[in-house]
C-alpha cells in the first residue's frame, strides 16, 4: 500500500545556504551583459540603496535565458513584457534594496571570511583541482561587466540579507492546532471489508435478448450511441499500390541493393547470451564451483549481486562481439556455462542460451523482397514528382472530382465524424485535413504516411446523428446484458443487506486503510467511499457489471508512536512551517516597502530594454 513519504524538515541552515546560493546564480548567470558607460546610471533607487543599470540588464538577461530555456526559442524583449517579465524583475530588484537597506540600518553585515567561504564555494570559480582559480574568476566577473569589488560587496550583501530573513523566519513553527487535524485527515485508518458481488452471483444467467427487446433497448438509450457531428467529404486519391503495377526495376539495381545489405542476407552463427562480471578471477571460479555443485544458479547468482536478467542479457551475438571470450562460448555445442573468462570488463562467467545457426540468402531467393522494396520506393518518387501537376490542376479550378477524371487519383466519398478511422480516414494526414476541413475551402494536395496523395473537398455538414444499431449490434447486445446483470446484482445486493449475509460471494477485509492506499483489483473509488461512511455502515458501488459491497468495520485515529505516521506529521509540519515562514517574509517586505523611500527612472529602464 502506498505510504506518505517524509519532506526534508527546514532548517535556518538550510534556508540561509538556499537564499544565499539562489542570489550567488543571479549575479553571475549574466555573462555577456554589456555595461552602460563609466558613469553609474540607476533605475531607482531605494532608500540609500540605488539600483544600476547592469543589475537589472543582468537581471533581466537572466530572465530572458529562463524563459528561452521554458520554450525553447528566442525570447523578445516584447514578447518578455508580454508575460510580464519586466515587472517581476524590477519588483525582485525593489525589494533585494529595501532588504539591503534595512540591514544597513540594523547593521547588519558578513564578514571577510564569511565573504571568502561563499566565493571559495562557487563551482564556476575553481579550477581542476577544486581549488580557486584566480583566472577563471576574474573572466567570469568581467563576462558578467563586475569587478572582484562590486562582486564581494554583492556577497556581502547576500549574506547580510540571509541574516535578516533568518531572524524573521526563525521563530517559525507549525502550531499543533493545525497539524493534528491534518494529521488525523491524512494518517487516519479505516477497516473495511468488501464483497464483489459478478454474474456468476446471480440466481439465473442472463441470456441474450431477442430483436424486439434489443430495438427498444437501442432507443431507449439512443443518448449513449450518438455519433459527433461531422461532414460529408468527396476526395481524390492515389498511392504508391495504385501504380506499382505500371512500374519495373532494372536487374542491375536489385543486385546493387542486394550487395548493399549483404550483412543482413548473409549471418555468422550466433549465441544467445547473457553475461556476469565480477571484481576478481577468485570470486568469478568461486561462483562457477557453486553453480557445478547445484548449490546456486546463474540466475540466483544474477539475484545476488543486485541486478536482473535484463541486466545480464547480452542478446544474440557474434564471435566478433564476444570479443575475448568468443572461443569459449563458441565451444559450447548445447546451452551451458562458459568461463570465467578475462573481459574488458573484468573476469566473466558466460551463460549460452541457444544456437543460431548461420544463414545465407542468396540473391535469387531474396529477389521478390527486394524487388517489392524497390517498386515502393520507386512508386513514391513517381508520385512526389506528381505532385505539381495535381496542384496545378487544382490552382486551374478542377473540382476533386475532375481531378480525378483526368488522372490516375481514384475519387470517393466519406462521412468524416471524429474517431472515424476506417477507408481513407485510416491515414492520420487524412484525418487531420477533414479536421480542419471547413465549407468554402479549396482543395489541396497532402502527402499519405505511405507516400501516396490525397485531396478533400468540402461536400455538407452532417448532424449529430445516432449509429445505425446494425452497425453496433453486438455493443448494444453486450450494453443490455451488462444492464440485466446489474438490475438482478442490485436485487441481490439488497437481500444481502438485509440478511446480514454474504451468501455464497465471499468478503475481503482490508484493515488500516489510509486515504492514499489502492485496494489490488478493486476501483480506486472504493477508497474515497470508505472514508465518506460511518462504523457499521453498508454501502453499494457500481464499477461495470460488478457491485462491490463496502462495510466500514472501525475508525482509527493515528497511532503516533508508528514511523511512517512520525514520518507524515514530520511532513506536515516542514510543510507548514515553509509556508509561514513565507508568508512572515513577504508581510516584513511589504512593511518595510511601504516605509521605505522608492524612486523609479522609467526612462533608464525604457534605455536599458531598448538594449535587448
Same mark, same amino acid.
Do not use: C, H, W
Given at each position: 500500500m502506498a505510504k506518505n513519504q517524509p519532506k526534508k524538515k527546514m532548517s535556518a541552515k538550510n534556508i540561509a545556504a538556499g537564499f544565499l546560493m539562489a542570489l550567488l546564480a543571479l549575479s553571475l548567470l549574466g555573462f555577456g551583459v554589456e555595461g552602460f558607460g563609466g558613469r553609474v546610471q540607476n533605475v531607482g533607487t531605494v532608500g540609500d540603496r540605488a539600483i544600476t543599470a547592469n543589475q537589472y540588464a543582468r537581471a533581466m538577461q537572466n530572465e530572458l535565458r529562463a524563459l528561452q530555456g521554458q520554450f525553447g526559442q528566442a525570447i523578445t524583449m516584447e514578447q518578455a513584457r508580454l508575460f510580464g517579465m519586466d515587472?517581476?524583475?524590477?519588483?525582485?530588484?525593489?525589494?533585494?534594496? @529595501?532588504?539591503?537597506?534595512? /540591514? #544597513?540600518? =540594523?547593521?547588519?553585515?558578513?564578514?571577510?571570511?564569511?565573504?571568502?567561504?561563499?566565493?571559495?564555494?562557487?563551482?564556476?570559480?575553481?579550477?581542476?583541482?577544486g581549488r580557486i582559480d584566480r583566472e577563471a574568476y576574474r573572466f567570469a566577473l568581467q563576462n558578467a561587466g563586475m569587478n572582484e569589488g562590486e562582486f564581494e560587496t554583492s556577497i556581502r550583501e547576500d549574506v547580510a540579507r540571509t541574516i535578516l530573513q533568518l531572524s524573521v523566519i526563525g521563530g517559525a513553527s507549525a502550531p499543533a492546532a493545525i497539524v493534528a487535524p491534518l494529521l488525523e485527515f491524512q494518517a487516519q485508518t479505516r477497516d473495511i471489508s468488501v464483497t464483489t458481488l459478478t454474474a456468476?452471483?446471480?440466481?439465473?444467467? @442472463?441470456?441474450?435478448?431477442? /430483436? #424486439?427487446? =434489443?430495438?427498444?433497448?437501442?432507443?431507449?438509450?439512443?443518448?449513449?450511441?450518438?455519433?459527433?457531428?461531422?461532414?460529408?467529404?468527396?476526395?481524390?486519391?492515389?498511392?504508391?499500390?495504385m501504380v506499382v503495377d505500371t512500374l519495373d526495376v532494372d536487374e542491375d539495381i536489385l543486385r546493387a541493393a542486394y550487395e548493399a545489405r549483404r550483412a543482413q542476407f548473409s549471418q555468422p552463427e550466433r549465441r544467445l547470451v547473457e553475461r556476469l562480471v565480477f571484481s576478481d578471477m577468485d570470486s568469478a571460479q568461486a561462483a562457477l564451483a557453486r553453480i557445478t555443485t547445484g548449490e546456486a544458479t546463474f540466475d540466483a547468482l544474477v539475484a545476488e549481486r543486485g541486478l536482473d536478467l535484463d541486466d545480464a542479457d547480452m542478446g544474440d551475438v557474434s564471435r566478433a562481439d564476444l570479443g575475448m571470450a568468443a572461443e569459449a562460448v563458441f565451444a559450447l555445442t548445447e546451452p551451458g556455462i562458459a568461463g570465467p573468462v578475462e573481459t574488458s570488463l573484468g573476469p566473466a562467467l558466460f551463460r549460452m542460451n541457444a544456437i543460431l545457426a548461420a544463414q545465407?540468402?542468396?540473391?535469387?531467393?531474396?529477389?521478390?523482397?527486394?524487388?517489392?522494396?524497390?517498386?515502393?520506393d520507386l512508386a513514391r518518387r513517381v508520385l512526389s514528382d506528381e505532385y505539381d501537376l495535381y496542384e496545378d490542376l487544382l490552382a486551374g479550378g478542377a473540382t476533386v472530382a475532375q481531378l480525378a477524371e483526368e488522372t490516375e487519383m481514384r475519387a470517393g466519398e466519406i462521412e468524416w465524424r471524429p474517431g472515424k478511422t476506417e477507408g481513407i480516414a485510416a491515414y492520420e494526414s487524412?484525418?487531420?485535413a477533414a479536421q480542419?476541413?471547413?465549407?468554402?475551402?479549396?482543395?489541396?494536395?497532402?502527402?499519405?504516411?505511405d507516400g501516396g496523395l490525397f485531396a478533400l473537398e468540402f461536400i455538407e455538414a452532417l448532424p449529430a446523428a445516432p449509429r445505425p444499431l446494425d452497425e453496433i449490434r453486438t455493443q448494444v447486445t453486450t450494453d443490455w446484458q451488462n444492464a440485466q446483470i446489474l438490475e438482478g446484482l442490485r436485487l441481490v445486493a439488497t437481500d444481502l443487506e438485509s440478511a446480514e449475509t454474504t451468501g455464497s460471494a465471499l468478503p475481503i477485509r482490508f484493515d488500516g486503510l489510509r486515504r492514499t492506499d489502492f485496494l489490488p483489483d478493486l476501483p480506486r473509488d472504493?477508497?474515497?467511499l470508505a472514508f465518506e461512511m460511518e462504523p457499521g455502515e453498508t454501502r453499494s458501488f457500481e464499477s461495470g457489471s460488478r457491485i462491490h459491497l463496502l462495510e466500514l468495520h472501525a475508525v482509527a485515529s493515528p497511532d503516533l508512536m508508528l514511523d511512517d505516521v512520525a514520518n507524515v506529521r514530520r511532513a506536515l509540519e516542514t510543510q507548514i512551517e515553509q509556508s509561514i515562514a513565507q508568508d512572515l517574509f513577504g508581510y516584513f517586505a511589504a512593511s518595510l516597502r511601504q516605509s521605505t523611500p522608492i524612486q523609479?527612472?522609467?526612462?533608464?529602464i525604457d534605455a536599458v530594454q531598448a538594449n535587448f
Open positions: 515587472q517581476i524583475v524590477l519588483e525582485q530588484l525593489v525589494t533585494s534594496a @529595501v532588504l539591503d537597506n534595512e /540591514a #544597513a540600518r =540594523l547593521g547588519v553585515s558578513a564578514g571577510d571570511a564569511t565573504v571568502q567561504r561563499e566565493i571559495l564555494q562557487i563551482p564556476a570559480f575553481q579550477g581542476l583541482d456468476a452471483d446471480l440466481p439465473q444467467p @442472463v441470456g441474450r435478448p431477442d /430483436a #424486439a427487446t =434489443l430495438q427498444a433497448f437501442y432507443e431507449t438509450n439512443l443518448e449513449s450511441y450518438m455519433q459527433p457531428e461531422g461532414k460529408r467529404i468527396s476526395y481524390a486519391v492515389i498511392t504508391p499500390d545465407e540468402v542468396s540473391f535469387e531467393e531474396a529477389r521478390e523482397e527486394l524487388r517489392a522494396e524497390q517498386l515502393a487524412v484525418r487531420a480542419a476541413l471547413n465549407d468554402g475551402d479549396f482543395a489541396e494536395i497532402g502527402f499519405l504516411e472504493l477508497v474515497a523609479i527612472n522609467q526612462a533608464m
